[in-house]
């Protein structure tokens, strides 16, 4: 191979993306394009954006729990290295009518996940061990899980405010207190975002995902105003659920009458930043990046 050859074959590595909800795995995918890389898909159904079938070089429709057949596309394609990005559902995989059906685990998943986790109980079912587990079978099989944002790390946030808008002494207080919660949600591996109004906690997410804990929280909190705070765990795996939001996160707190969200920067993705800031500057809705909620520093950042 001469070295015009080798660099080609550089620039066309063969990447892997499980690609779950929203515009996260098409950022991705872009961003992997743009780097020259060919981009093997598997779209978790009733989760992936079907354009991912457009984009990447290769594309196949997948359950969630047919994690031998996944493995099996992936190393037939040369792939050794993949990525994970996009939100599922977990209410709905494991609580849903009907809707385990498209999802059936092949015999691979039975054996890995489903005796150990929901049989003989020697799992937890949280998310940090359900995906450990997920990554460690790829492993097995010659597939290593990357974190998404080694591809794209411009989508990381970075610290200041991204609305432009200053936080009232109050709502510093808030998102102080705030942080110190979700931090300790994180550590117990049950959410990444919390509610709260004159240090009072209104919500805290768990299964159902921040969209529904920024309802429960409006629905609670009838003088509105509200703050949430959402964050990385302190033991944060970057390959797997990162603190994700984006626009549809801002106007869900629009409706449920709150005006601050404050975010960590850079570990907290933020899809279409533009597209978030003008939107929640014209709702006059505080969205801050902070490094760490307990400095006293954090303000010079909000």
Known sequence: MGIFDSRTAVLEKRIGLLAGWGRYPVLVAQSLKQAGHRV?????????????????????????????????????????DATMA???????????????????????????????????????CNDDDFM????????????????????APELLVKSGKISGIRLTEDQRLDVQFGWQIAKQMGQLDIGQCVAVKDRVVLSVEAIEGTDACIRRAG?????????????????????????T????????????????????????????????????RRHEV???????GLKEDYRDAA
Request: hydrophobic content about 40%.
């Open 286 to 292: 505080a969205v801050v990046a902070i490094e760490d």
């Open 219 to 243: 629905q609670l909190c009838k003088r509105s105003d509200f703050t949430v705070v959402k964050v990385a765990k302190p033991k944060q795996d970057m390959r797997f659920d990162v603190p």
């Open 86 to 124: 996009g939100k599922l559902f977990k209410h709905r995989l494991l609580f849903g009518r009907g809707h385990w059906l498209w999802h059936l685990p092949d015999w691979h998943c039975v054996r890995n996940v489903v005796v150990p986790h929901f049989v003989t109980r020697s799992r937890n």
């Open 40 to 80: 093997c898909c598997l779209g978790i159904k009733d989760h992936a954006d079907p354009c991912l079938a457009e984009l990447c070089d290769d594309f196949h429709w997948v359950g969630i729990a047919k994690t031998g057949k996944q493995i099996r596309y992936f190393r037939q394609r040369g792939v050794r």
């Open 245 to 280: 939001i984006g626009v549809g996160t801002i106007e869900t707190l629009v409706e449920s009458g709150g005006r601050v969200l404050a975010i960590e920067a850079g570990k907290t993705i933020i899809i279409d930043e533009p597209q978030v800031a003008d939107f929640a």
């Open 132 to 151: 450990l587990t997920a990554v460690n079978m790829f492993a097995k099989g010659g597939i290593t899980f990357v974190p998404a944002t080694d591809y």
